[in-house]
Nanobody, 125 residues
């Protein structure tokens, strides 16, 4: 059974860091691109960052550039999102999602094949 399980969310002060993990099982991990998406209360879901199957291609939302780093360890079937210099506007539920095509990993992610259940990130004093 295919599973994506996010972890690593929590409460952090502005300027702090968190590393989110997305543990995958039930499928060939390296056959899929991975995306991190987020949805803040009252807002639409948005792509944060995506990484290709082999890790050679990545992209970031403008809001994430220079602060977030996406990575994956295909040997561990896990993807990561390192988030530094967090801001209150980063507060959201964060989801990982997969698709065979790296190039659909954008926007609201409606084209992504499978989703995790999310982890909540709260940036506040």
């Amino acid at each position: 059974q295919l599973q994506l399980v996010e972890s690593g969310g929590g409460l952090v002060q502005p300027g702090g860091s968190l590393r989110l993990s997305c543990a995958a099982s039930g499928f060939r991990f390296n056959d899929y691109a991975i995306g991190w998406f987020r949805q803040a209360p009252g807002k639409e879901r948005e792509a944060v960052s995506c990484i290709s199957r082999g890790g050679g291609l990545t992209n970031y939302a403008d809001s994430a550039k220079g602060r977030f780093t996406i990575s994956r360890d295909n040997a561990k079937n896990t993807a990561y999102l390192q988030m530094n210099s967090l801001k209150p506007e980063d507060t959201a539920a964060y989801y990982c999602a997969i698709d065979r095509s790296y190039y659909v990993c954008s926007g609201s992610g409606d084209a992504m094949d499978y989703w995790g259940t999310g982890t909540l990130v709260t940036v506040s004093l």
